[in-house]
């Protein structure tokens, strides 16, 4: 009789924090805080090396200064804004007006559009001060729909672990629903 092993996923709740390496703290925070929107929050004191937290939007940003950070960038221009390169995203009310801010900020970005279904998905990709991705969208359009077996029907598993895959594929249908519902009252005839 061969047993199978059941490995559940991790008990996470929700993206805490980013932790990113810059040359300048100090220059860092002023991009977060003005261009983003983040404020910077107490860190503990028994850190012994310079850096900062910020938070808004319920996820934090954590900055680690790291001077020689050059020594691994071998380039001296700036990097080519690239959708396709890594990236931090946040969620916006207007496409639009973000656009309208990094011109008037003077701030090089690029576009990109997503369309799925009739449904289109705005984004804008530009670059932190030490060339980290950052893209704003409005990607809640698209709705959350799974794809993987983590959600399956018919559990073929354990009692307990069928009912924990139950509720699981609850909360997701919920999830759904509710996108389901926000973007049919948004809907405009």
């Not at 061969?2 to 991009?31: D, W, Y």
């Not at 910020?54 to 221009?77: K, P, Q, R, V």
């Not at 909360?171 to 049919?184: F, H």
Request: some cysteine; charged content about 25%.
């Amino acid at each position: 009789m061969v047993i199978e092993e059941v490995h559940e996923a991790l008990p996470l709740l929700s993206l805490n924090h980013v932790s990113l390496l810059v040359r300048s703290v100090r220059t860092s925070v002023q991009f977060y805080e003005d261009v983003l929107g983040f404020g910077l929050i107490k860190r503990p004191s028994s850190f012994d090396f310079h850096g900062a937290w910020l938070f808004n939007y319920g996820i934090g940003i954590h900055l680690l200064e790291n001077e020689s950070i050059d020594e691994y960038d071998a380039m001296n221009e700036p990097r080519p804004i690239n959708p396709k390169d890594n990236h931090i995203s946040f969620q916006c009310t207007d496409v639009g007006l973000v656009k309208r801010r990094l011109e008037s900020m003077g701030m090089r970005y690029t576009t990109a559009v997503v369309k799925e279904g009739g449904i289109q998905v705005d984004q804008v990709f530009f670059h932190d001060p030490d060339g980290y991705m950052i893209e704003i969208c409005n990607c809640d359009n698209l709705p959350v729909l799974p794809i993987s077996s983590s959600c399956p029907l018919k559990p073929s598993y354990g009692n307990y672990h069928k009912k924990m895959a139950e509720r699981k594929c609850e909360l997701m249908e919920i999830v759904m629903m509710k996108s389901l519902s926000r973007d049919m009252m948004n809907f405009s005839f």
